[in-house]
């Protein structure tokens, strides 16, 4: 090795380094990425909470199928609309889900306060207590 010139042990040096970068990058990626098997949007998992925000597709998926996807910013405000979703018939199991009538429930921390969506209506507002929103779930699911 030190019979190379220095310009090839510099470049060696450098594609070492770039693939240690690249595997580090892709270990981190799979550490972080989510579990759709796990996680999937509504999904409670071992802590009662959604992790995740559905990607696009899934919550275009569920709200064309008719369901209610509500963005919260915290449990507290979870187990409020879970409590309302339970008061409607909506919670997010399997059948409810795919009748099209569930309310499915994503923890976004940084959120500003709670949004709704139902088909392409939206509502927002400061608080899951708000009786706008179960006027606004009810009337969306047609209940």
Request: without cysteine.
């Amino acid at each position: 090795m030190r019979d190379q010139p220095l310009p090839l042990r510099i470049l060696r040096w450098i594609v070492i380094l770039v693939l240690a970068l690249a595997l580090s990058f892709a270990i981190l990626r799979i550490a972080v990425q989510d579990d759709s098997a796990t996680d999937a949007p509504g999904s409670a998992g071992t802590t009662g909470r959604t992790t995740a925000a559905p990607g696009a597709d899934s919550s275009a998926t569920l709200l064309r199928d008719g369901n209610a996807v509500v963005t919260v910013p915290d449990d507290r405000a979870a187990r409020q609309v879970r409590r309302l979703a339970a008061a409607l018939g909506a919670e997010d199991r399997p059948a409810v889900r795919a009748a099209g009538q569930a309310v499915v429930i994503v923890v976004r921390p940084r959120a500003a306060g709670v949004v709704a969506r139902v088909g392409d209506q939206r509502l927002g507002v400061r608080s899951a207590a708000d009786p706008a929103l179960r006027t606004f779930l009810a009337d969306g699911l047609g209940g």
